[in-house]
């Protein structure tokens, strides 16, 4: 646990040294009588792009494994799927009936991703308003400097708040995507099991009974288990054909 948290502080520590850096030069720079206005420009655009480079690859690193997010997917999907084996007599038929509810589906995915992104924008905007600040302040200290420590700590917020929104910008693309593979793999599951006919089908109760708890039983997965799958849709599968 403790080599965890040194981990961590070391980690942290290395992302924020650069950041730290250029804020102690604009800090130094605003203690002049004169402060260089382009010097302190040169480090804020510093600041942004590195803010960009950073929310980018957080963003990336975060989309790898967010199971909350697929596990909200697969609970809406296989829903549909057990509410259609329920008022079906076949799989086949329930299978078939799922279509009906991938518009649904689409939706709820791109909902996740609005949300995500409205979050996004928000922190962007605020950003942009502590920017215009920034820019503000510096240029009125070519006449009346403003103290070193205000503008400091409003360049550190607006690119906090610049950061956030970016990641969750980035992030939002990210896991509408990834969400939207796991739907069209669940269809083509469901798919491939009607047209190649693996085995014999357990009865659609039995079915719609286990799904629910294959749900919880897997919290962690980059994908379905077929194997997992082929035991509850079926009785038991056949084997290859003999000569």
Known sequence: MLEKVVAYIGIAGTLLAFPGLLLSCIFEAQHNEKPRLWYQIGALLALGVYSLAFCWFSAVVRSIAPFELINRERRFFWDFFIKELEKNDSFPAAAQAMNFHLPEVEKF?????????LSGIISVSAASV?????????????????????????????????????????????????????????????DECVKEKKGEFRTNKEIAAQLPHYLKETPHVFGESWERLEKIFYVKTFGPKKE
């Not at 995915?109 to 992104?117: E, K, V």
């Not at 006449?143 to 990641?167: E, I, M, N, R």
């Open 109 to 117: 995915i791109q909902g996740i991703a609005s949300d995500i992104l």
């Open 130 to 190: 502590l920017l215009a600040a920034v820019v503000v302040m510096m240029v009125k200290s070519r006449k009346k400097k403003v103290a070193p420590w205000l503008l400091t700590v409003t360049v550190a917020a607006s690119c906090v708040f610049g950061a956030l929104g970016g990641h969750l910008s980035f992030f939002s693309s990210q896991i509408k995507d990834k969400l939207t593979w796991y739907s069209v793999l669940q269809t083509k599951i469901l």
